[in-house]
């Protein structure tokens, strides 16, 4: 069997457009909420975690909803493409509203401000669980590991584009000392990248055509298929594989829990405990960003060969040793050096095969019909975990230690090895080319 390499790039150019955006919208909203409507910390952070607390009901949703949608353009595509229509049209109106703000400010510009800014966010959870449901919908089980590599490399693609764009249009000499920083042609040329994307994607993919063909792969071996029909056409999961994906979805929460406390926290970190500005603490999270960028193909090819669940533990083993690392040459120097960056780029490593094979092993376990219902699984437990960790880790640092961040996010992360232990299902291992023959085709 051989990947389409070609046809998942293109698949993973909605994922990409949605890395682009969620990357401008971390950097530049904080800034325009604080600086120009001059909100205090709290209620500024209050706005940015919204986004992760509706993805807790909107991504499940939609991503069930998209499993039950029959149209000409297939079940995805018609939430990918008129929610980046709506997220272009929306997102281009709020750098209007901060300009027109910042020149005669009101309560009423405000409101608007925040009202839009909420319907873009509603309407960036309408479509994100469908665009990442597209590749498994057209990519047969044994292949979802590579794809979802590449898949995680296009949204990586994504950001990097956001940030070159950023540098270009914004260096420091351009905007020191402004009162006020113009941000519209930026959330131009971001949404501009966002329709090109995903206009390429509609009109390169066919999904109704590709689906199908997904399907008679399904039919044609039935001994890859975890979820039986109940006799209503209703999948239905057998004990023992409902088991395993509790303990995945358990799994997944816990290394996001751990993870995402050190992203949240480090620069931060950094400076109260070891006296170092911001720039140095970017360099390790960038070098971390850099190792799972360099990572996600070989872990892909990695995966196929010894099994997703091995590579996710070995993840986990290796991203545990790295933050024990972390704190102990974090608390013993007080300048960041070469070996730090060797352990970030490390962690970089770790995350990937984690992540590269986690989304896949949850889909594995149901049928072509609950792709999407199976992908606002996996949302559901990452994101709630994305709820959790900030305040769990940040109350810890302010009344324990700072120092508690490392021990913390790695107590987390090694328990998750404990409950993937108990995973029996999902890791699918290719089989000899003779009982995939008939599938090829479909690749060339």
């Known amino acids: 069997m051989k990947p389409n390499n070609k046809r998942t790039v293109l698949v993973g150019l909605a994922f990409l457009s949605i890395c682009a955006f969620w990357q401008m919208y971390d950097n530049i909203i904080p800034p325009i909420l604080t600086n120009t409507f001059h909100m205090d910390e709290t209620f500024s952070g209050m706005i940015m975690a919204a986004d992760n607390v509706l993805a807790l009901f909107l991504l499940p949703f939609f991503g069930a909803l998209s499993d039950r949608t029959h149209s000409k353009i297939g079940r995805r595509m018609p939430y990918i493409v008129f929610g980046t229509l709506g997220a272009v049209l929306l997102m281009n109106l709020l750098p209007m509203l901060d300009n027109s703000y910042a020149g005669a400010p009101s309560g009423g510009k405000l409101a608007a401000f925040v009202v839009i800014l909420g319907l873009l966010l509603v309407t960036m959870g309408t479509y994100r669980s469908p665009a990442v449901a597209l590749m498994p919908d057209v990519t047969p089980k044994p292949l979802r590991s590579k794809a979802n590599a590449i898949i995680n490399l296009m949204g990586a693609v994504g950001g990097i584009i956001y940030l070159a764009v950023a540098a270009v249009m914004y260096p420091n000499a351009k905007v020191q000392g402004l009162a006020h920083v113009n941000y519209q042609p930026l959330f131009l040329t971001v949404s501009a990248l966002m329709a090109a994307s995903v206009l390429i994607l509609y009109l390169t993919i066919r999904e109704p055509k590709l689906a199908e063909e997904e ?72 070098i971390a960003t850099g190792g799972a960028i360099l990572s996600y193909i070989p872990i892909g090819v990695i995966a196929s060969r010894i099994g997703r669940k091995k590579t996710i533990r070995g993840g986990i083993v290796l991203l545990t040793a790295c933050f024990l690392g972390g704190y102990f040459l974090t608390t013993r120097f007080h300048e960041i050096n070469a070996v730090m960056f060797a352990v970030f780029a490390l962690v970089g490593l770790a995350w990937a095969a984690i992540n590269v094979n986690s989304l896949p092993m949850v889909v594995e376990m149901c049928k072509g019909s609950d792709i999407g219902k199976f992908t606002g699984y996996y949302y559901t437990f990452s994101m709630a975990a994305q709820v959790i960790t900030p305040i769990l880790s940040g109350w810890l640092l302010k009344h324990v230690s700072y120092t508690t961040l490392f021990p913390y996010a790695a107590l987390f992360v090694a328990c998750s090895f404990v409950t993937m232990s108990f995973v029996r299902h999902g890791d699918a291992k290719v089989e000899a080319k003779r009982g995939l023959e008939a599938f090829e085709a479909m690749d060339e």
């Not at 594989?241 to 303990?247: E, P, Y």
């Not at 751990?258 to 992203?263: E, F, K, P, R, S």
């Open 215 to 286: 399907r008679a792969y399904e039919s044609a071996h039935p001994e890859q298929q975890l979820a039986e029909d109940d006799g209503s056409g209703d999948a239905v999961l057998p004990k023992e594989v409902k088991r395993s994906l509790a303990f995945l979805l358990l799994s997944i929460a816990l290394w996001f829990i751990g993870y995402n406390a050190v992203t949240t926290w480090f620069t931060t970190y950094a400076g109260r405990v070891m006296g170092q500005g911001i720039g140095g603490a970017s360099k390790c999270l960038l």
